[in-house]
């Protein structure tokens, strides 16, 4: 295993950052009973409709659309110390997948990403266990899997060794991991092994919560220790200042992501509601009301068109972002729902409670 403490190179991490953004037993997958509630109203001529569900999590600290293959056709299920690839279109299981590091047991997977047709990057900890040696939980691990091959490929990251580092998050949109530290987030890719460092003078306590956005430009904080504010800070990262904030959350902002376009923020809060913010203005565009409780993660379909979210009620719903109307919600989960991502394509919509992942298609209703 190596540490990822530092990345060689001496370009400005900033500038280097920007620069490069440009069948088994237990789980089972199938078809699941439609329970899906429509606004009669919404002038949408699709339907998300349920493609079955299976035991398992996607990422419940970075976005979940990582789990997505590259060209929509697979999902990847974390499942304890596997990995289970669903067939979206057959909606059975594909592959079943068993990471094995040496030195390593009881391995517990937290996040499967795509990071190319054919392979996965994982995180996960576990327990080294060597010989003469007391048995010693590790830190967070990142990784690549080959699925064909079911085998390792490359070495094994230990993220954060050290200490002192907040909770690696992993952004699939922009292909980087990171993580803070004193005031620096140190961001890597683990397909390429570059990285580097950005300073955030300041920045003076460990944000809990953080995204980038796609273009590079800005930084979200958020659940920054000891702040009287549950207010998102924003982040110009050509400038590594603060800029401006976005005002008026009535709790605590539990996920925020960025359009693909980098043009608008959604964010997810304990308050029950979604908010819509413009970016570069930072004005709040729509406030989308309807859950009955905590929103727990928020996040636009590809093309931007729409917002999907997750609760605490146990429902997924979707938004026109053009509207801000509620189109349909979900209510086949029967736990809180902790993450939600759309399909590369748009076609698929995958949802993740604690121990299951469910699976909606979208279906054209129109003539």
């Known amino acids: 295993m190596s540490f990822v403490n530092r990345f060689p190179g001496s370009v400005s991490a900033l500038l280097f950052f920007c620069s490069f953004l440009g069948a088994a037993s237990g789980p089972k997958a199938g078809p699941s009973a439609t329970q899906v509630e429509t606004v009669p109203s919404s002038p949408q001529s699709f339907a998300w409709v349920g493609h079955g569900s299976i035991e398992g999590h996607l990422a419940l600290s970075s976005s979940p659309d990582g789990a997505f293959s590259p060209d929509s056709s697979s999902l990847a299920v ?214 009955e409780g905590p929103v727990h993660w928020a996040e636009f379909s590809p093309e931007g068109e729409w917002v999907a979210s997750a609760g605490e009620d146990d429902t997924v719903r979707i938004w026109s972002v053009s509207t801000g109307k509620l189109v349909q919600t979900l209510r086949e989960s029967k736990a809180p729902v902790l993450t939600v991502g759309f399909s590369p394509n748009g076609s698929y919509l995958a949802a993740s409670t604690e121990h299951n992942v469910l699976i909606w298609q979208k279906t054209n209703t129109g003539p």
Request: glycine fraction near 10%; aromatic fraction near 8%.
């Open 78 to 291: 974390a499942n304890g110390n596997k990995v289970v690839i669903v067939n979206l279109e057959a909606s059975n299981i594909e592959k079943l997948l068993h990471p094995k590091l040496q030195d390593l047991r009881n391995l517990d997977i937290e996040s499967a990403n795509y990071v190319a047709a054919d392979k996965l990057f994982l995180l996960g900890t576990g327990v080294v266990v060597k010989k003469g040696k007391r048995p010693a939980m590790t830190p967070m691990l990142g990784f690549q899997w080959d699925i064909e091959q079911d085998a390792q490929l490359g070495k094994v990251e230990v993220l954060g060794a050290g200490g002192g580092y907040g909770r690696p998050r992993y952004f699939p949109d922009i292909g980087y991991l990171s993580m803070y530290k004193d005031s620096a987030f140190t961001v890597w890719n683990p397909v390429s092994s570059r990285g580097g460092e950005i300073k955030i003078p300041d920045l003076t306590r460990e944000p809990n919560l953080f995204t980038y956005s796609p273009d590079g430009h800005w930084l979200l904080l958020a659940q920054i220790a000891a702040s009287g504010s549950p207010d998102p800070v924003v982040v110009r990262l050509s400038e590594h200042k603060f800029v401006a904030s976005l005002a008026g959350h009535g709790g605590t902002v539990m996920s925020m992501a960025f359009s693909r376009d980098s043009s608008k923020v959604v964010t997810a809060c304990e308050d029950g509601k979604v908010r819509i913010w413009s970016v570069a203005g930072w004005k709040l565009l729509e406030t989308l009301s309807g859950h």
